[in-house]
């Protein structure tokens, strides 16, 4: 059974930063690229940052490109997300998932296991 947890959300002022965890259970991340969406009340989930398998290349959203970072430790079988320099806009439930190995890092439907997300909320 493959468990996707995220953990570090939190309500931060706008300039903040934070540093989410994915913690993952039941497969290698070393085996599969890994992507962060986020999902505001009323919107659709929107991709936020990939990161592939073997680490080497990662993508991100126009929005977060320069702020946010991805990264994983494969030995803790966990992805991060650093955010910085957080705006309001930026507020949302934030979800790591499982990519299933074919296709884009940045549609939603091309992964197979997610976590429950964390909510990050940026007051200005």
């Known amino acids: 059974q493959v468990l996707v947890v995220e953990s570090g959300g939190g309500s931060v002022q706008a300039g903040a930063s934070l540093r989410l965890s994915c913690s993952v259970s039941g497969l290698s991340i070393i085996d599969y690229a890994m992507g962060w969406f986020r999902q505001a009340p009323d919107s659709q989930r929107e991709f936020v940052s990939s990161?592939?398998?073997?680490?080497?290349?990662?993508e991100y959203a126009a929005s977060v490109k320069g702020r946010f970072t991805i990264s994983k430790d494969d030995a803790r079988n966990t992805v991060y997300l650093q955010m910085s320099s957080l705006k309001p806009e930026d507020t949302a439930r934030y979800y790591c998932?499982?990519?299933?190995?074919?296709?884009?890092?940045?549609?939603?439907?091309?992964?197979?296991?997610w976590g429950q997300g964390t909510q990050v909320t940026v007051s200005s």
């Open positions: 998932a499982v990519h299933g190995g074919r296709g884009s890092f940045d549609s939603p439907a091309l992964y197979n296991y």
């Open positions: 990161i592939t398998f073997s680490g080497g290349t990662t």
